[in-house]
């Protein structure tokens, strides 16, 4: 059935690569796809936030937007995003519009349409990968990610994707701008630091770049921070995001369609507004966040150490969709976008090796649940068994999780694989 699922995809790609006037419809039919969702109200309890914080940086200056509590609104993003918040709110208070309102919102997601067009023209007039553009427009978990729930994990993506491509292309110095770029708009880059680190040192480029490009890399995500350092109330305010970046939710799973999820979601803490809790013991021996930092530190391990010895483009980018897969599925308070990432570098490797398409479709389609779900269910899950249901799902995801990897066991290693 996958084979069909590969073959069908490719015959799709072809008929739409043959005639111009399929390609560009394609093209318009996914842009007014995004438009149309702009007219949905996003997810409420995010939107909240933002617009809060942009009341907060209009009323009592940018710099004390980590300082000033205002309700539960408390700010644990980095700062780069925050500067478009603050100019958009900066130009609500002057026409003197209501930021608290569905207008707002959708400013921010016309952020996102123009940066990830923007990256999509650009990146097609580099590399030509017309499979990679497909996919991406018609993806639908950009769709409801960025576009319904107006989260910015599209240009998170895009940042690191673009680091890591320019960093596979040994220019070391683009790809420190990019992921300077993506440290300074989420805190989740941390999780990429060490794969990045290991590229950096194993590129082929003298250590004079390697030593520049880290200078920039640190350059780079320093600046957007400076006014917080020179003229917040800690200098350390935007910082602390970082330092915080774990630990910051006593839960093993946040509405994450993982194993976690699957084993120990509870209806009863749902009702509660609460979610799996990390410390509790398993069979009295060890608490739930030790084994889910120990599972996860082993795969890593293990990636880093593939990562040294495969140095192909696509070797690396599998490892990447990989990693961004495994870090969903077993690190402890997991939100149920954090695996966002995965679809991008999924999609390139299907420019790569069609046999990716089978697994991009059915994570897509899984994970289009799980942000169905976490944009609705306080609002619409009220009995048991449509809750029971998506611990269901989750167990599907982590069974296909389990192909996912023996798929990747055997590309890494075809000799052991036969035995």
Known sequence: MFEILNTKFKAYTDFVFEDQKRWKTIIILSIIARIVLF????????????ENWADRIVNFGFTHIYSIQVDRFECDYPPLYLYVVAVLGHLFHFLQWDMHTHLFDTFLKCFNLFVELFFLNKFYQISKQKVFLILMLMSPVTLLNAYGWGQIDIIYSILIFSSLYYLIAKKTVRSAFFLGLALSLKSQTLLFLPLFGLLLI???VNWKVKVKSFLWFAFIFLIPNIPFILWAPNPMDSINPHLTAAGRYNFISVNAFNLYWALWADFQLKIKLLFPANQTL????I??????????SMIYTWLLWLISKHQ??????????????????FLPEMHERYLFPFFIFSAYLCSFNLKEFKFLLIISILHSINLLWGWGEQKYIKTPIPFELSRVVA???FTVWCAYAIDFYRFFYPSKAQK
Do not use: Q, V
């Not at 398993?282 to 021996?285: P, T, V």
């Not at 690396?316 to 961004?324: K, L, M, N």
């Open 312 to 329: 192909k483009p696509a070797d690396i980018i599998r490892i990447f969709a990989f990693f961004c897969f495994s870090y969903f599925m």
């Open 202 to 204: 194993i590129a082929e």
């Open 282 to 285: 398993i069979f009295g021996i």
């Open 39 to 50: 007219f949905t109200d996003g997810h409420n309890s995010d939107f909240d936030f933002f």
């Open 287 to 296: 608490s739930r966040k030790l084994l889910a930092y120990g599972l996860f």
């Open 395 to 397: 167990f599907i995801t």
